[in-house]
């Protein structure tokens, strides 16, 4: 009886947790990052700026580039690094709203974007469409607690990826590097917690992201 009990619950807790298992199957799918994005992408740009090493930098970096060609890989952005993440709009009829996501996200000196700036402004940086995500009305948050959140940064986020192109942004006299990705999943927690706030997932059929207003990059941090 108490195992008939037991495999009841599990089956339960799956059926409920069906989208967080999706993410997970893509996960699990994809490879970890060694050293965090910070050294990834510090290995996949290879921003080669030393006279007497660059010519073995760029030949380490082309290396690196052709054996991730193809694969995808998990990165996790942590809280306090989460500039990106602002609220949108918000329902008070059913308590539903939108998080509004730039997909460029920092790994050291460089970015992870999805895609490639869609342009640059006078100063340089870089302006891509930002996702927006609906977030279930069932998290029983109000919007005051929702933007308290997002203020302090204290969302997690999780990426399963392809890296492609490495593009470049002048700012300020000085060069910004960043690689465009393909983004195949996006999991959003709450990091004391780990409690799902929503999920993003790239449909085979869909063209690109959803519509939304152009975001600029967030600042990088000195």
């Known amino acids: 009886m108490r195992r008939v009990l037991l495999l009841s619950l599990a089956v339960s807790a799956a059926a409920a947790g069906e989208t967080d298992m999706r993410f997970a199957q893509q996960r699990d799918a994809a490879k970890p990052l060694e050293g965090g994005l910070p050294g990834f992408l510090e290995k996949y740009v290879g921003a080669c700026d030393g006279f007497f090493d660059g010519g073995k930098c760029r030949a380490e970096a082309e290396k690196f580039r052709a054996e991730a060609a193809g694969q995808e890989f998990w990165a996790v952005v942590r809280e306090g690094e989460t500039d990106m993440v602002e609220m ?31 342009r640059y402004e006078e100063d340089g940086s870089p302006v891509f469409r930002a996702l927006e995500i609906p977030v279930p009305p069932d998290l029983k948050m109000t919007p005051m607690d929702v933007r308290r959140m997002l203020e302090a940064k204290a969302v997690r986020l999780q990426l399963v990826f392809s890296p492609g192109e490495v593009w470049v942004a002048e700012q300020g006299g000085k060069k910004r590097y960043g690689v465009q990705a393909t983004l195949r999943a996006l999991l959003v927690t709450l990091g004391t917690s780990g409690r799902k706030l929503t999920t993003w997932f790239a449909e085979p059929e869909a063209k690109g992201p959803p519509r939304a207003k152009a975001a600029k990059a967030p600042q990088k941090r000195r």
């Open 88 to 118: 949108g709009a918000y329902d008070p009829r059913t308590g539903g709203w939108i998080l509004r996501i730039t997909p460029a996200f920092p790994g050291g000196r460089h970015l992870l974007s999805l895609g490639a700036p869609l």
